[in-house]
């Protein structure tokens, strides 16, 4: 059972930076793509972007596309998402979450997804 644990978020300034961080308990030998997901108050959860394990192809939202930043340390069982230029609407509840659906790219849908962290909260004023 992968257990998901983020950091990173917080309050920042418009055009700010944060980086946001996520660990993955042992096992991950079955998980086959991480990604970042986010949740605005009265808004659906939607994908800002996900990463598969193996060869690193990285998968972003148009929204945040030049923005924000995927990337991973397999030895640490770490997933990352760096996330400049911030605006207003990036605010929300940013979720880390990992799957082990097989496939040659990572699933978009939040439903393929059936390990998911906490939650770290991005605020943008």
């Known amino acids: 059972h992968v257990q998901l644990v983020e950091s990173g978020g917080g309050s920042a300034q418009a055009g700010g930076s944060l980086r946001l961080s996520c660990v993955a308990s042992a096992p991950t030998y079955s998980i086959n793509c991480m990604g970042w997901f986010r949740q605005a108050p009265g808004k659906q959860r939607e994908g800002v972007a996900a990463i598969m394990i193996l060869g690193a192809t990285t998968y972003y939202a148009d929204s945040v596309k030049g923005r924000f930043t995927i990337s991973q340390d397999n030895a640490k069982n770490m997933v990352y998402l760096q996330v400049n230029s911030l605006k207003a609407e990036d605010t929300a509840m940013y979720y880390c979450?990992?799957?082990?659906?097989?496939?040659?790219?990572?699933?978009?849908?939040?439903?393929?997804?059936?390990?998911w962290g906490q939650g770290t909260q991005v605020t943008v004023s």
């Open positions: 979450a990992a799957t082990g659906a097989a496939g040659s790219s990572c699933p978009a849908g939040a439903h393929w997804y059936g390990y």
